[in-house]
């Protein structure tokens, strides 16, 4: 073997080893997923240099990479597709093209990116949102917020907040001929964090008059207490959401002190006088059995109060939905939740679905059991086509 052919078989085993990722054997088309996930890879490779080089935010050249795949407010021959301002948050509006009788329903949509990248123009939310406006024949609200690193919380979650108020008017609803009684929320990822946190908070608003009547959680995140649940346990290294970046997203969410991110990666950042808290996210009594699969429930060792004192968004209900009162959680309407099997986030939803019911409140829960973050949004694969119909069949049949 001549010395160049050596080098190419080595650099072939080494770009194989690089894209090959374990997968378990019910996953469908798992080179497509492992391709994703070396593209996400890569991402978050070159921004993690980036900034070791002290060039640039790793949460900055993350969200830079992302933002690559936007497209432009498009319309076609069934939607039309326009940009405005709820509230001064940048919103994308999509409306069907073809004539409605009646007042359409509508969806306010909250995109996804861990408060740190993502936006209602990625090509992935910009088709996710034009097909549902038009299988539904509803109105999409798709609304943007400012990001981390340059903004924390609860910028993003009263973004949201004042976006959502501003769509709720009746002089607003009238203008897209929505009609007041067959609004809904919904969200994916940190989306669904905020979907849950955004639904919560308007039931003490004397302001808003309207009330939802559905809001749909896309794999959401609802809690930061406690990062060493089983799926966090079995899905520490899954494709597109490892721990180590979902624990990075969350810090980020409240600070750019990465003091807060080890406590956060070693479950010690929860101050001892907050201890209370922890029984909203014991997965011991809140998960079903199947899957707490022989994982034995240990307590966060509790961490320092400095660091609550500094950065107390993880202990507060708008950033963590989960930690919310009962008497609150009764109010809530009709309820979607979408859960991945091979997801870190995966036991955040299931804990809020057992919540919720307990509290009274009708919920259906979507488990997909070949699932992995962010799949819905990918209608490239199998999975992501079958994930986004269920979810449309269910916003036709409730909303």
Same mark, same amino acid.
């Given at each position: 073997?001549?010395?160049?052919?050596?080098?190419?078989?080595?650099?072939?085993?080494?770009?194989?080893?690089?894209?090959?990722?374990?997968?378990?054997?019910?996953?469908?088309?798992?080179?497509?997923?492992?391709?994703?996930?070396?593209?996400?890879?890569?991402?978050?490779h070159? /921004?993690? *240099? #980036?900034?070791l +080089?002290?060039?640039?935010?790793?949460?900055d050249s993350?969200?830079?990479?992302?933002? !690559?795949?936007?497209?432009?407010?498009?319309?076609?021959e069934?939607?039309?597709?326009?940009?405005?301002t709820?509230n001064?948050?940048?919103?994308?509006?999509y409306v069907?093209k073809?004539?409605?009788?009646?007042?359409?329903?509508?969806?306010?949509?909250?995109?996804?990116?861990?408060?740190?990248?993502?936006?209602?123009?990625?090509?992935?939310?910009?088709q996710?949102?034009?097909?549902?406006?038009?299988?539904?024949?509803?109105?999409v609200?798709?609304?943007?917020?400012?990001?981390?690193?340059?903004?924390?919380?609860?910028?993003?979650?009263?973004?949201?907040?004042?976006?959502?108020k501003?769509?709720?008017r009746?002089?607003?609803?009238?203008?897209?001929?929505?009609n007041?009684?067959?609004i809904?929320?919904?969200?994916?990822s940190?989306?669904?964090?905020?979907? /849950?946190? *955004? #639904?919560?908070? +308007?039931?003490?608003?004397?302001?808003?008059?309207?009330k939802?009547?559905?809001?749909? !959680?896309?794999?959401?995140?609802?809690?930061?207490?406690?990062l060493?649940?089983?799926?966090?346990?079995?899905?520490?290294?899954?494709?597109?959401?490892?721990?180590?970046?979902?624990?990075?997203?969350?810090s980020?969410?409240?600070?750019t002190?990465?003091?807060l991110?080890?406590?956060?990666?070693?479950?010690?950042?929860?101050?001892?006088?907050?201890?209370?808290?922890?029984?909203?996210?014991?997965?011991?009594?809140?998960l079903?059995?199947r899957?707490?699969?022989?994982h034995?429930?240990?307590?966060?060792?509790?961490?320092?109060?400095?660091?609550?004192?500094?950065y107390?968004?993880?202990?507060?209900?708008?950033?963590?939905?989960?930690?919310?009162?009962?008497?609150?959680?009764?109010?809530?309407?009709?309820?979607?939740?979408?859960?991945?099997?091979?997801?870190?986030?995966?036991?955040?939803g299931?804990?809020?679905?057992?919540?919720?019911?307990?509290?009274?409140?009708q919920v259906?829960?979507?488990?997909?059991?070949?699932?992995?973050?962010?799949?819905?949004?990918?209608?490239?694969?199998?999975?992501g086509?079958?994930?986004?119909?269920?979810?449309?069949?269910?916003?036709?049949?409730?909303?």
């Amino acid at each position: 073997m001549g010395r160049k052919s050596f080098y190419l078989l080595i650099l072939g085993v080494l770009v194989a080893y690089y894209i090959y990722t374990p997968l378990p054997d019910n996953i469908e088309e798992p080179w497509k997923i492992m391709w994703l996930n070396t593209y996400m890879k890569t991402f978050s490779h070159l /921004a993690t *240099v #980036v900034e070791l +080089l002290g060039f640039n935010h790793f949460m900055d050249s993350f969200s830079f990479f992302m933002s !690559l795949d936007e497209v432009p407010p498009t319309s076609d021959e069934t939607v039309t597709v326009t940009e405005t301002t709820f509230n001064n948050i940048p919103v994308r509006v999509y409306v069907p093209k073809r004539k409605s009788e009646a007042l359409r329903r509508a969806i306010f949509y909250i995109h996804g990116g861990g408060w740190c990248a993502g936006s209602a123009a990625l090509n992935i939310y910009d088709q996710q949102s034009r097909c549902a406006a038009d299988k539904l024949d509803a109105v999409v609200i798709s609304t943007n917020y400012r990001l981390a690193p340059k903004y924390h919380f609860p910028v993003q979650f009263e973004d949201v907040y004042n976006s959502l108020k501003w769509f709720l008017r009746k002089k607003v609803l009238a203008e897209y001929g929505v009609n007041p009684e067959r609004i809904g929320v919904s969200g994916d990822s940190a989306g669904g964090n905020l979907a /849950a946190a *955004v #639904v919560q908070q +308007l039931l003490d608003d004397p302001d808003v008059k309207i009330k939802l009547k559905i809001q749909c !959680l896309i794999y959401p995140a609802l809690q930061s207490l406690d990062l060493g649940s089983p799926s966090y346990q079995e899905n520490s290294h899954s494709p597109i959401l490892p721990k180590s970046l979902m624990v990075r997203f969350w810090s980020e969410y409240f600070t750019t002190d990465r003091s807060l991110e080890k406590a956060m990666h070693s479950n010690q950042h929860v101050p001892v006088e907050s201890s209370h808290l922890l029984q909203f996210a014991n997965w011991s009594s809140l998960l079903p059995e199947r899957f707490k699969k022989g994982h034995v429930y240990k307590n966060p060792s509790y961490g320092s109060s400095e660091l609550a004192k500094k950065y107390p968004g993880f202990l507060d209900v708008r950033a963590a939905p989960l930690l919310a009162e009962d008497n609150k959680l009764r109010g809530l309407p009709l309820t979607y939740v979408m859960t991945c099997q091979y997801d870190v986030l995966r036991d955040d939803g299931l804990m809020y679905v057992t919540r919720l019911r307990n509290a009274g409140v009708q919920v259906t829960l979507n488990h997909v059991e070949d699932g992995f973050h962010g799949a819905l949004g990918f209608q490239t694969f199998k999975i992501g086509k079958r994930e986004f119909n269920q979810y449309i069949s269910w916003l036709n049949e409730n909303l």
